[in-house]
């Protein structure tokens, strides 16, 4: 039986277990602590279509609650750019502030297709770090029994999805961001149909061609609703994707732990082991 801490990396868009950098951040927080790796639905080997941070929480929810299904003590999670995003709002959703108001749904909040509509799709590209069944249907298939939950899609009865610790690493505080010229051009992949195709053959991400609907619960919404989970925002002074006022509008909104690092880019690919090693460090100590 595991015990201790286990962390949960959840990668940027177009990234996966495959790409060098993610592999480097996994191999130098597991100094600190067990690691668990993924690839978000549409990216490198996994299976399904990317919804660019939407869906991606189901995904999350169930390398957590696999992580439990093995034994670790505290499971946290570390994201990084848009899986930065998607690890506040599982915190928020599926934590105490917010999730845990609500109870498991049964019978009539069962029906109308919710299994189609939550089915997680996570591939964690390896046998011995795939998700199980199980572990999705706790994490994806109930809705909420309240019709103004801004997530209804979600599990009600998913005490094993939530995380102990939460570190958001490069991500954004709010939606359709185009202020920066990387920002444009993600966007163009995104919402056109030549875009989609450069993601899919250039960057191995095959995207969703619909767009949200709804629109999710923003990352400086759900911040206010993650306490009193412990929450570290970390980022660049020199990240080209989302300047300064993103973290300070996220550690602004709730409880939380601010780093801003002199000289840091983007994401996996900028994060250097020092920094690496002090997220590790924090996220078992917090």
């Known amino acids: 039986m595991a015990a201790g801490t286990a962390i949960v990396v959840a990668h940027g868009f177009t990234g996966s277990v495959d790409r060098p950098a993610v592999r480097r951040a996994a191999r130098v927080l597991s100094r600190s602590a067990a690691v668990v790796t993924f690839s978000f639905r549409g990216h490198g080997r996994s299976g399904g279509l990317s919804t660019v941070g939407d869906r991606e929480v189901l995904d999350l929810a169930a390398a957590v609650a696999w992580a439990r299904s093995l034994g670790y003590r505290r499971v946290v999670t570390a994201g990084f750019s848009m899986g930065g995003s998607v690890v506040l709002r599982h915190a928020a959703l599926y934590g105490a502030a917010y999730g845990a108001r609500y109870e498991p749904a049964y019978g009539a909040a069962n029906a109308g297709g919710a299994r189609e509509r939550a089915a997680a799709a996570v591939d964690a590209d390896t046998p011995e770090r795939r998700p199980t069944v199980g572990a999705r249907r706790r994490c994806g298939e109930r809705r909420w029994p309240h019709a103004d939950t801004p997530e209804p899609w979600l599990a009600a009865d998913a005490r094993d999805c939530r995380t102990d610790a939460v570190a958001a690493v490069s991500a954004p505080a709010r939606w359709y961001y185009r202020g920066t010229a990387p920002m444009r051009r993600l966007h163009w992949v995104v919402t056109r149909p030549v875009g989609r195709l450069v993601g899919r053959y250039g ?33 660049g002074d020199r990240d080209p994707y989302f300047p300064l006022d993103h973290p300070r509008m996220l550690a602004a909104a709730g409880p939380s732990e601010l780093w801003l690092e002199p000289g840091m880019g983007h994401a996996e690919n900028a994060a250097g082991d020092a920094l690496l090693g002090r997220l590790g460090d924090w996220l078992v100590r917090a």
Do not use: F
């Open 203 to 235: 960057l191995r991400t095959r995207i969703h061609p619909r767009d949200w609907d709804p629109v999710p619960l923003s990352p400086v919404a759900a911040v206010p609703l993650i306490a009193p989970t412990p929450l570290l925002i970390v980022h």
